[in-house]
């Protein structure tokens, strides 16, 4: 029994042997034919991509023989082309000179008569042409019209200056007229002030009446004219003078202008920077003349104080100007002519300055600031002054200014220039609106 128990087990242990070979077996065989498998696909793949690149070849092959037939037909028909075209240009030429043996003398005087038609025709379309290229040509020459001409009608603008120029040296305007009679009124009585008050109102009176200069120094002359555009300044320019020259020699103007290293008086009022004339474009289809004489008594006083200002404690502010502008005035009395009349200038540079205070003196005396700490700082300067005790003439007195204007213009971070113009009782100031044909339309003040 146990023997057969024995046999039984090697029995099994041999088969499951023999079941594991067979299984191994199996194995490496399914290996085998997966290998087998891939290697096919393999090589079936590379020559499905061989046959793909032959066709492809074939395919550019016959697109490039195509390219090169069409080719081939496309010059051939241009060959033939042209030879059709050659043999039609020796028809047309051998049919002409056919026609030209067959032609009459009738014939041929008729084409000649339609060329010479023709040629005439092709004349008067390009004279024409011509000229009215030529005529656009003038045109666009030719400068537009202008509005208003200092050229075209010079004897009337002569005229104008002339009398503007006699108006401001024999005539105060009626604002100043006024403030001085004011200020006549407001002077004690039988005092060098009222005195001083007196001789200046019969000095206006009297040189209007006999229309002669108001004193004998006539000033600066300093033109401010406001034009359009296209003015022609250079033809302005050359009246004016010719308009001083003239007043001059009438007697309204002194010989006032003289050179300055030479002290050569060439008695015109004539030379360089003679008379000032300042030039402003504006919008306006108007020519407005404003002229100011400004004695040099009181060009003497004027002052530009470069702020902060540590002796008189002014610094770069409103404070700080009423400072200086006050100074201004101390140092004036006695001098100047007063009572005085101030342009001043918050900013600006030393140059812009002086000359934007001299165009304050444009303005009418009671006109009002349009900035407001202006306008408050204009009338404290006028009253503040009046108080110092100076008086007409340094007399003396309750009047030391008529009036204040100040005026601001931007100014660099680095500088606050305070620029005083100070004008004289003499506040010679008049304006004029032209016609379009230059001669005066209106005054002005
Ligand atoms: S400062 Fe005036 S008032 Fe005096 S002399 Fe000159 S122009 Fe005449």
Redesign the pocket.
């Known amino acids: 029994m146990a023997k057969k128990k024995a046999t039984k087990k090697v029995a099994k242990k041999a088969t499951k042997k023999a079941t594991k070979k067979k299984a191994t077996k199996k194995k490496a065989a399914k290996k085998k034919t997966a290998k087998k498998k891939t290697a096919k696909k393999k090589t079936a793949k590379k020559a499905t991509k061989k046959k793909v690149a032959k066709k492809a070849t074939k395919k550019k092959v016959a697109k490039k023989a195509t390219k090169k037939k069409v080719a081939k037909k496309a010059t051939k028909k241009k060959v033939a082309k042209k030879k059709t075209a050659k043999k039609a240009t020796k028809k047309k030429t051998a049919k002409k000179k056919t026609a030209k043996k067959n032609i009459t003398p009738q014939k041929t005087k008729n084409r000649v008569v339609k060329r010479k038609a023709t040629t005439k025709k092709v004349a008067k379309k390009s004279t024409k042409k011509s000229t009215k290229k030529t005529a656009k040509k003038a045109t666009k020459k030719t400068t537009p019209q202008l509005s208003f001409d200092p050229k075209a009608h010079s004897a009337n603008l002569f005229d104008s200056l002339l009398e503007l120029i006699r108006m401001t040296s024999a005539e105060l305007p009626n604002d100043v007229q006024k403030v001085i009679l004011e200020a006549l009124e407001r002077e004690e009585k039988n005092t060098s002030a009222e005195y001083a008050m007196n001789i200046i109102k019969a000095n206006i009176e009297l040189a209007m009446k006999k229309s002669q200069p108001l004193?004998?120094?006539?000033?600066t002359i300093l033109f401010f004219v406001e034009h359009p555009a296209g003015f022609r300044q250079g033809d302005f320019t050359k009246v004016v003078h010719k308009a001083v020259i003239k007043a001059t020699e009438i007697g309204y103007l002194r010989q006032n202008s003289v050179d300055s290293l030479t002290g050569e008086n060439k008695c015109m009022n004539v030379g360089p920077g003679h008379p000032d004339i300042h030039f402003h474009e504006h919008d306006k289809d108007t020519v407005e003349i404003r002229l100011v004489l400004k004695?040099?008594?009181?060009e003497n006083v004027g002052a530009q104080y470069a702020l902060p200002h540590t002796e008189l404690g002014a610094g770069r502010d409103l404070d700080g100007v009423r400072k200086v502008i006050l100074d201004a005035v101390q140092k004036a009395q006695g001098k100047?002519?007063g009572p005085g009349v101030l342009g001043v200038t918050i900013g600006g540079d030393r140059g812009s300055g002086y000359v934007h205070s001299k165009e304050q003196l444009l303005r009418r005396l009671d006109d009002e600031n349009t900035i407001e700490d202006l306008a408050t700082l204009e009338k404290d300067i006028v009253s503040t002054a009046n108080e110092l005790g100076i008086g007409p003439m340094g007399f003396g007195g309750k009047t030391t200014l008529l009036g204040c204007k100040i005026g601001v213009l931007n100014r660099l971070p680095a500088s606050y220039f305070v620029s005083i113009s100070y004008m004289?009782?003499?506040y010679r100031r008049h304006g004029i609106v032209l016609k379009k044909d230059n001669s005066i339309s209106k005054t002005l003040y």
């Open positions: 004193c004998q120094d006539t000033g004695g040099g008594g009181c100047g002519c004289c009782w003499a």
